[in-house]
C-alpha cells in the first residue's frame, strides 16, 4: 500500500500505544491554544471519571449526561 500526497491520517493517541509522549503533547498544546491549566485538562484527557468513555464501555452522551464535576 502506498500513500499519495492527497492522503491524510489524523492519528490520536492520547494513552501512549503507538507514541510516548501523545497525552503530555496533547495537554501542553491545549493549554496553549486555550490557557486552561496544565493539569485540569490531564484531568479530563486521562481522569479516572472518563475511563468507561475512553475504553468504549458507555457513549458520549452518557459521559455527559453522568454531569461530572471537573473541579479541580
Excluded at 23 to 46: H, T
Excluded at 51 to 65: D, F, H, M, V
Amino acid at each position: 500500500m502506498t500513500i499519495s500526497t492527497k492522503d491524510r491520517i489524523v492519528l490520536f493517541d492520547l494513552s501512549g500505544v503507538f507514541f510516548n509522549e501523545g497525552l503530555s503533547e496533547a495537554v501542553k498544546k491545549i493549554n496553549k491554544r486555550f490557557g486552561i491549566d496544565e493539569s485540569r485538562v490531564e484531568k479530563v484527557l486521562n481522569g479516572d471519571f472518563a475511563k468507561e468513555y475512553r475504553t468504549g464501555l458507555i457513549e458520549p452522551q452518557q459521559l455527559i449526561k453522568s454531569n461530572i464535576s471537573l473541579k479541580t
